[in-house]
């Protein structure tokens, strides 16, 4: 069956980096692109990045750009999402989800949160 | 970038009712790449509708996706308890993925 497995809850003070990581199980992982989704308390979810786990340079939202960078290591099946210069308004819930084939997510991670406080 | 507003902000039904949520596209949505994600707390939110109206894998026949352009409708004919949750719609296809701002369906 296919699993998404996220790292543990960080915690980092403003200023700081953050990497997420999401180990896929139960399918052919370098099939599949995977995106990086996160959710603040009490909102929708906003949509930060696709990339191939196979290679070629990532997709970021506007938002983020200069700030994030995704990779993948296939020898491991897993991906990860750095995210830099962290502040309180980056304080969320950040999900890996795996892309059915056009953007449609049909398998998510547990979601890993982070806080950010001084 | 398309904005998805959703419709209306809460329902308030019983179970039983029919549920008619709503998303709306800032712009035309391409090839139907619409779809639907029920999200209940503490969980991650799970695929119920791709393709603005195919099943994902799994998903009760009660529920239904319709729409096309701008316009977008979710039915849950019959309302389970197990229902009651936000739900989201998401445009795909290509960057940037945006999501609506989910509708919460609670208890009457």
């Known amino acids: 069956q296919v699993q998404l497995v996220q790292s543990g809850a960080e915690v980092k003070k403003p200023g700081a980096s953050v990497k997420v990581s999401c180990k896929a199980s139960g399918y052919r992982f370098s099939s599949y692109f995977m995106h990086w989704v996160r959710q603040a308390p009490g909102q929708g979810p906003e949509w930060m990045g696709i990339?191939?786990?196979?290679?070629?340079?990532?997709t970021y939202a506007q938002k983020f750009q200069g700030r994030v960078t995704m990779t993948g290591d296939t020898s491991t099946s897993t991906v990860y999402m750095e995210l830099s210069s962290l502040r309180s308004d980056d304080t969320a819930v950040y999900y890996c989800?795996?892309?059915?084939?056009?953007?449609?997510?049909?398998?998510w991670g547990q979601g890993t949160l982070v806080t950010v406080s001084s | 970038e398309i904005v998805l507003t959703q419709s209306p902000g809460t329902l308030s039904l019983s179970p039983g009712e029919r549920a008619t949520l709503s998303c709306r596209a800032s712009?035309?949505?391409?090839?139907?790449?619409l779809a639907w994600y029920q999200q209940k707390p503490g969980q991650a939110p799970r695929l119920l509708i791709y393709?603005?109206?195919s099943r994902a894998t799994g998903i009760p026949d009660r529920f239904s996706g319709s729409g096309s352009g701008t316009d977008f409708t979710l039915t849950i004919s019959r309302l389970e308890p197990e229902d009651f949750a936000v739900y989201y719609c998401q445009r795909y296809g290509s960057s940037p993925y945006t999501f609506g701002q989910g509708t919460k369906l609670e208890i009457k």
């Open positions: 990339i191939n786990p196979s290679g070629g340079s990532p």
């Open positions: 393709g603005a109206s």
């Open positions: 989800a795996r892309d059915m084939g056009a953007g449609n997510l049909d398998f």
């Open positions: 712009q035309s949505v391409s090839n139907r790449y």
